[in-house]
Nanobody, 123 residues
C-alpha cells in the first residue's frame, strides 16, 4: 500500500486545514487508516484513526472536538479536518495504515506510512 498525504500549510491560530491521504496499491485489505504527528526531536504521536467501514473513529484526547477524521466511500482516501488550530498543533503530520486500531497505540507497529505534510499554525 502506498499512501500519499497532502493538505498541509500555514494557517493562523483559530483557522482550519484539511489533510488528505490517498491510498493506492493493495487497498482491498481492510486497513485502519489514520494520522500521527511529529515534532522535531520527538517521537510520532497518535492523532486519529478510522476503521475500514468508516464507522469507528478514534482520537487522541487532546484533539477531540477540534479534529474530525473521515473516509470516503471508496475507502481509499482519508481526511483529517482540523479546526480551531493552535500553535501547538504545528507539526509534521503523517498518514498511516495498519491492520487494526491496536497498532495505532504504538507507531512502531504501523505497517505503512505516507510522507509527512507540514502544518504550521502561526500568526
Amino acid at each position: 500500500v502506498q499512501l500519499q498525504a497532502s493538505g498541509g500549510g500555514l494557517v493562523q491560530p483559530g483557522g482550519s486545514l484539511r489533510l488528505s491521504c490517498a491510498a493506492s496499491g493493495r487497498t482491498d485489505a481492510n486497513y485502519v487508516m489514520g494520522w500521527f504527528r511529529q515534532d522535531p526531536g520527538e517521537e510520532r504521536e497518535f492523532v486519529a484513526a478510522i476503521s475500514w467501514s468508516g464507522i469507528l473513529k478514534y482520537y487522541a484526547d487532546s484533539k477531540k472536538g477540534r479534529f474530525t477524521i473521515a473516509r470516503d466511500d471508496t475507502k481509499t482516501t482519508v481526511y483529517l479536518q482540523m479546526n480551531s488550530l493552535k500553535p501547538e498543533d504545528t507539526a509534521v503530520y503523517y498518514c498511516a495504515a495498519a491492520g487494526s486500531y491496536r497498532d495505532f497505540s504504538d507507531y512502531h507497529n504501523i505497517k505503512y506510512w505516507g510522507q509527512g505534510t507540514l502544518v504550521t499554525v502561526s500568526s
